[in-house]
Nanobody
Framework: QVQLVESGGGLVQPGGSLRLSCATS????????MSWYRQAPGKERELVAG????????NYAGSVRGRFTISRDNAKNTVYLQMNSLKPEDTAVYYC?????????????WGQGTQVTVSS
């Protein structure tokens, strides 16, 4: 059974930091590109950051580049999102995503999300 379980969300003041974790099981983690998405109320889900299966390459949304860092530990089947200098506009539900394309078929899994609220 595939599971992606996010943790680490919460309430933080502007300028603060949080570290999100996504612990996974039930699939070959090291074969999947891992990403963090977020969805704010009334808005579409957007890509925040992604990291390749080996961790060699990562990409970020322009709004978080320089503040957020995605990383992964393939030995622990876990992906992280370090979020620094948080802003109120970072408030959203953050989702972990696993994705792999094999022979044209897309394999994709989602976590249940963790709430991040940035407010004074």
């Amino acid at each position: 059974q595939v599971q992606l379980v996010e943790s680490g969300g919460g309430l933080v003041q502007p300028g603060g930091s949080l570290r999100l974790s996504c612990a996974t099981s039930g699939f070959t983690f090291s074969s999947y590109t891992m990403s963090w998405y977020r969805q704010a109320p009334g808005k579409e889900r957007e890509l925040v950051a992604g990291i390749t299966s080996t961790g060699g390459l990562s990409n970020y949304a322009g709004s978080v580049r320089g503040r957020f860092t995605i990383s992964r530990d393939n030995a622990k089947n876990t992906v992280y999102l370090q979020m620094n200098s948080l802003k109120p506009e970072d408030t959203a539900v953050y989702y972990c995503n696993a994705r792999r394309i094999d022979l044209g078929r897309v394999y994709q899994y989602w976590g249940q999300g963790t709430q991040v609220t940035v407010s004074s």
